[in-house]
């Protein structure tokens, strides 16, 4: 991801049940482009603006208005071609971070209450 956006910002969210990492050009969570996010037992990635993409493989899941997301079985998912045309489409329709500036990761939100992170089976 960090290749794809050079000079993004990286936004950590600590929630009760996941761990997610969102790529975005600014600090504003309303700018995010894409997350990683991971589950006890499974790991997503999550397109912000995924709703409005051309899908023609239907890898997308989710009904939500806006996000969807792929469930990643391994890194190589990332390679696949029609899931790098997802990425690709995102970037895109994106702000452009600048690419001068530093990496740079904030500590978003860390829940205050969080259910048993359980080892996958």
Known sequence: MRALMRGAVELVYDNYNALA???A???RRADVVFSITLYPRW????FARGATLSDP???LR???STVRHIVLEDASVLNRPPVRALMAQALAGAAKPDRKAGRRVIIK????????RRPAA
Do not use: N, T, Y
């Open 43 to 46: 790991v997503s990635l999550f």
């Open 25 to 27: 050009p600014s600090e």
């Open 62 to 64: 989710g009904s939500g």
């Open 109 to 116: 939100l860390i829940a205050k209450k969080r259910r048993p």
């Open 57 to 59: 493989q239907q890898l």
């Open 21 to 23: 990492i969102a790529f």
